[in-house]
Nanobody, 121 residues
Framework: QVQLVESGGGLVQAGGSLRLSCVASGNIFNINDMSWYRQTAGKQRELVAT???????NVADSVKDRFTISRDNAQKEVYLQMNALKPEDTAVYYCQAVAADTFTTRPRSYWGQGTQVTVSA
């Protein structure tokens, strides 16, 4: 099994910044794409950004000029730098990874437990 643990959420005023981190642990064979999603009550989970193992990125248009995704393959971590935050960025942010464990070596999707980001006006 692979576990993902997010950190870095919190309360921030509009215009402020936060940096989310997510670390993978467990019986990891390899990790492929890593992503950040977000979800607000009553809405579907939304893809925010994805980064491949070689560093290719895809960022949602709604945050493209403000959010940056990065990763440290050696540390098995992915980050989301969020700048110029807006109240509409308020959500629970989830880390997701496509990874294989050492038992099956078959890749599958894993999710973290989520971290709350609240942006006040």
């Amino acid at each position: 099994q692979v576990q993902l643990v997010e950190s870095g959420g919190g309360l921030v005023q509009a215009g402020g910044s936060l940096r989310l981190s997510c670390v993978a642990s467990g019986n990891i064979f390899n990790i492929n794409d890593m992503s950040w999603y977000r979800q607000t009550a009553g809405k579907q989970r939304e893809l925010v950004a994805t980064i491949t193992v070689t560093g290719g990125v895809n960022v949602a248009d709604s945050v493209k000029d403000r959010f940056t995704i990065s990763r440290d393959n050696a540390q098995k971590e992915v980050y989301l730098q969020m700048n110029a935050l807006k109240p509409e960025d308020t959500a629970v942010y989830y880390c997701q990874a496509v990874a294989a464990d050492t038992f099956t070596t078959r890749p599958r999707s894993y999710w973290g437990q989520g971290t709350q980001v609240t942006v006040s006006a």
